[in-house]
C-alpha cells in the first residue's frame, strides 16, 4: 500500500503548525517600522526584550521557578496518588478517583478569585510559590489519571516480587516501581512544564508586583508601549524565547512522552 497519502497528511500538518513558529522566528529579526531592528536583518527586536523593565533575564527565572516548582509539586503529588489508586483498595476508592477527574470539568477560570482570597489568607499572594501552587492544583487531575494507568500497566508481580524479598511499601515504590513508570513520569512533567510555562490568566489575576511577573506576563504588557503603539519586532522576540525551551525540551523527551501516552494501552 503506497504511503504517499501519510506523507501528504504528516507533511500538511507540520507546515500548519511550523508556519506560525517559523514567520515568529522570521519577524524578530527582520527589518520593520517602528522597531529597533529597522534596517537589516539581526538581534534588534532581542536587545529590547532583553531590557525591558526589569530585563529578560528576570522574567525567565521568574518562569523557570514557577514552572520546576509546579513540576515537582506535580511530580510528587501525582506519583503518591497514582500509587494508591493503583495499588491498594480502600472503599470508595473509584468515586474519590472520579471526583478528582472532575475537577476537569470547571472553567479554571472561575476558580482564580476564590483562590485568590486563599492565596491573600495564607500569605501567599503576589509569590511565586502561591501561583505554582495554583498551577498545581490545575495539573492534578490529569497527572494523577496519567499516573495511575502508569502503575496499573506495570505488572503486579514486579511489586509483589519486591514485597516478599522484605522491601516495605516506600522502598518498593522508589526502587522498584518509580523506574518502571518513567515514561508516564515524564509525561506528567513535560504537562505540567508547558502549562506553567505558558500560562497567562493565573498569574496575571496572582501576581501583582512587576518584578515577579513570569515571560508571557511580561510579552504581553510590552506590547502596550508609547502612545498605544505595538513593537511587533520585541514581541515577536518574546515569542521566540518562549517556544524555544518548549520545542527543545519536546524534542529531547519525545520518545519518553509517546510511550507514557502508550503505558494505558499495554495494559495487560
Known sequence: MSRTPRYVLTGGLAVLFLAPLLWAAIASVSPQPGTRQIDGWGLGNYQTLANYQAGIGQYLL????????????????????????????????????LLTLAILMVPYA???????????????????VGLSLVLTMFQLPFAVFMMRISFEAVPKELGESALV????SLRALLHILV???????????????????????????LISDSGKLPLPLAVANMRQQVMG??????????????????????LALQRHYVRGFMSGALKG
Not at 515577536?236 to 519536546?250: D, M, N, R, Y
Open 110 to 128: 472561575t476558580l482564580l478569585i476564590p483562590l485568590y482570597v486563599l492565596l491573600n489568607d495564607l500569605g501567599l499572594q503576589n509569590s511565586l
Open 229 to 250: 503603539i505595538v513593537d511587533y519586532g520585541a514581541t515577536e522576540a518574546g515569542v521566540v524565547a518562549l517556544a524555544l525551551p518548549c520545542i527543545v525540551l519536546f
Open 179 to 205: 523506574p518502571a513508570v518513567r515514561p508516564g513520569l515524564i509525561t506528567v512533567g513535560l504537562f505540567a512544564f508547558l502549562a506553567a510555562w505558558n500560562d497567562f490568566i493565573t498569574p496575571l489575576v
Open 62 to 97: 521568574n518562569s523557570t521557578l514557577v514552572a520546576g516548582m509546579t513540576v515537582l509539586f506535580t511530580l510528587f503529588v501525582s506519583l503518591l496518588g497514582g500509587y494508591a489508586f493503583a495499588m491498594f483498595r480502600f472503599p470508595g476508592r473509584n468515586v474519590l478517583f
Open 165 to 168: 524479598d522484605g522491601c516495605g
